[in-house]
């Protein structure tokens, strides 16, 4: 059976947001700690943060951070992580029962993020603290002068404001493993006070208010309605979160999970627009994916049953080229949802559910999800083109039948280039034909490919490339027409200019 896929520049979805190919740092294990700051380490510059650990960020193609939590952000004091190092405080973190030294906080976030060349997200605490604090961090951060945290950020050292732009409302606060959780209405009526505050301090900043915490919590979607009713004056997006489990379904419905984002998404818009509807406004809310990624969460140890501990190894867990497939799949997914979709943040960044991995005083290595999005983040620019695909389909427990193959394709205005991104979720390679009749002088470029003949395979430190891309052969065009054969469980990225 083919799969065939036509293209046109006349079907657009929507203009690429660069802020789609986010990433997350929490104070979480060791994703700051021996992840992106290991002071002593041998890469390390003065400040302690890893060098060869920026190299990687900015060849992910990472554009955008959330910091500092999470689950974390819920039970901190952004107070205890600026000013003089030895004055910080030790802090028992209740969120994942670890402690922290604070040897890291706002500013040195900020220098590396200046570094790494991304936009940071920040999160303010909205379980344990309220408005006033919300608002004197958004002062902190980005008013110049003359008034008291301004001066106390000049105090620490930083002249110039740090003029953050993005700024989540809290995380997860539907969530009863958060600290401080809340109904909706709750979280809803502090989140548009807070925001409100927020916005008297810079008025040019943008919000993002919290979503469910994941697609089957119970209050799904009657969450997204009270909260955006109370706070749609005062927030431009409304988060969301996704993970895929690969343990904890059948393998079939994992290697589909994009077919879940997608309908995740679908469910979420359509509660937006409801509201907008029913507040008779004329602004749409889009969305934030602000933590997305392959979990295996049924793996994970609940905080209440770890002893406390300083930088504990969580969740690092070890991907697989299937998990690599599934993760090129889900964006994707994000890219075809371009319109509503314009923020992204993948979770997360080094250590934890990571792409990228570090051992304390040793290397860092891509593990083979890095691939997928270095790939789609350094093609994906212009306009996104709704794509026509035909294509078999393959039976999963949780969505029924679903088309084995998907794809999605996006068009550079500015230099010409036509990307399309393409995965086989089957166990059969499936020939795809690719109808570009719609762009005549169109030539083949590069074809990228993730597929290996175990699937099952991932990196290692003592392995860490043994998955990873190559370059294949690009067919020519007959016509406009081309046929390339994607083998089973595998990725795909083809170029064109
Ligand atoms: O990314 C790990 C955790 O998953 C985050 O802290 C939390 O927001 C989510 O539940």
């Avoid at 979805?13 to 700690?33: K, N, P, Q, T």
């Avoid at 979607?221 to 997006?237: I, R, S």
């Amino acid at each position: 059976d083919k799969a065939r896929l036509t293209l046109d520049p006349a079907f657009a979805i929507g203009a690429v947001d660069r802020r789609l190919f986010g990433s997350f740092v929490e104070h979480m294990g060791r994703c700051v700690y021996t992840g992106i700051f290991e002071p002593g380490h041998p890469a390390a510059d003065t400040d302690g943060l890893r060098t060869d650990v920026l190299e990687l960020v900015r060849e992910l193609g990472v554009t955008l951070v959330r910091y500092p939590g999470g689950n974390f952000v819920s039970n901190y004091r952004w107070e205890d992580g600026v000013g003089p190092v030895g004055d910080r405080p030790r802090r028992l973190d209740l969120a994942w029962r670890s402690l922290e030294s604070n040897a890291f906080g706002l500013n040195e976030f900020m220098r590396w993020a200046e570094l790494a060349g991304v936009e940071p997200m920040m999160a303010v605490n909205l379980g344990t603290r309220g408005i006033v604090e919300a608002a004197e961090l958004v002062e902190y951060c980005n008013l110049p002068d003359g008034t008291a945290a301004a001066d106390l950020r000049r105090k620490h050292g930083v002249a110039r404001p740090h003029d953050i732009r993005l700024w989540c409302l809290g995380n997860e606060m539907d969530g009863p493993w958060q600290i401080g959780s809340m109904t909706a209405l709750e979280y809803g009526r502090l989140a548009a006070r807070a925001g409100h505050a927020m916005k008297r301090v810079d008025p040019t900043i943008q919000l993002v208010a919290c979503g469910s915490s994941k697609a089957d919590m119970p209050t799904f979607a009657g969450w997204e309605a009270t909260v955006l009713e109370q706070t749609y004056d005062h927030v431009d997006y409304l988060s969301l979160h996704s993970y895929y489990d690969p343990e904890s379904q059948d393998e079939a419905s994992f290697r589909a999970a994009a077919v879940n984002l997608d309908g995740f998404i679908d469910d979420i818009v359509a509660t937006a627009d409801h509201v907008r509807a029913k507040l008779r406004r004329q602004k749409r809310i889009n969305l934030a994916l602000d933590e997305w990624n392959v979990w295996y969460q049924s793996r994970f140890t609940e905080p209440e049953d770890r002893p406390i501990e300083d930088t504990p190894a969580l969740i690092e867990d070890d991907y697989t080229a299937t998990d690599a497939m599934v993760v090129g799949n889900l964006l994707i997914s994000m890219l075809r949802h371009a319109d509503r979709v314009t923020v992204g943040a993948q979770a997360q960044l080094v250590n934890i559910i990571a792409p990228i991995r570090t051992t304390p005083g040793g290397p860092a290595w891509r593990q083979t999800i890095f691939h997928p999005f270095a790939h789609t983040a350094r093609l994906a620019h212009g306009t996104v083109l709704r794509v026509a695909v035909q294509s078999p389909t393959m039976p999963t427990g949780r969505y029924g039948e679903v088309p084995v193959v998907d794809a999605v394709a996006t068009l550079d205005e500015r230099t010409g280039r036509l990307a399309v991104f393409a995965v086989n979720r089957g166990t059969e390679a499936v020939p795809l034909d690719l109808d570009l009749r719609a762009f005549p002088g169109l030539r083949p470029g590069q074809w990228i490919r993730l597929a290996e003949d175990d699937p099952s395979i991932g990196n290692t430190a003592a392995a860490p490339d043994r998955v990873r891309p190559r370059t294949e052969e690009m067919p020519a065009l007959d016509g406009g027409r081309a046929t390339v054969l994607l083998p089973p469980v595998s990725w795909h990225a083809l170029s064109f200019t």
